[in-house]
Nanobody
Framework: QVQLVESGGGLVRPGGSLRLSCAASGSIFSIYAMGWYRQAPGKQRELVASITRGGSTNYADSVKGRFTISRDNAKNTVYLQMNSLKPEDTAVYLC?????????????WGQGTQVTVSS
């Protein structure tokens, strides 16, 4: 089993910053990518950012220029630096870990961390 533990969420004012962390442990063999999704009440889960083991990144258009994803391969940890936060960034942020296996790519999820942007 894989365990993903997220931290760093909280309440922040518009324009503020937060840094999320997600540490993976357990049955980790071949990481393909890690990333962050978010889900706001009544909305579908959406990709925020992802990063491959080689360092290639992908961002949602809504966060480009404001959020930065990074990772520490030695620690199996992914980070999300969020700057210039807006009220519409309010959501539960979930970390994901994708691994390559003999039968394809498997995905594991963290439990999520709440980010609330409000004055």
């Amino acid at each position: 089993q894989v365990q993903l533990v997220e931290s760093g969420g909280g309440l922040v004012r518009p324009g503020g910053s937060l840094r999320l962390s997600c540490a993976a442990s357990g049955s980790i063999f071949s990481i393909y990518a890690m990333g962050w999704y978010r889900q706001a009440p009544g909305k579908q889960r959406e990709l925020v950012a992802s990063i491959t083991r080689g360092g290639s990144t992908n961002y949602a258009d809504s966060v480009k220029g404001r959020f930065t994803i990074s990772r520490d391969n030695a620690k199996n940890t992914v980070y999300l630096q969020m700057n210039s936060l807006k009220p519409e960034d309010t959501a539960v942020y979930l970390c994901n870990l994708d691994q390559t296996t003999g039968w394809g790519i498997t995905r594991d999820w963290g439990q999520g961390t709440q980010v609330t942007v409000s004055s």
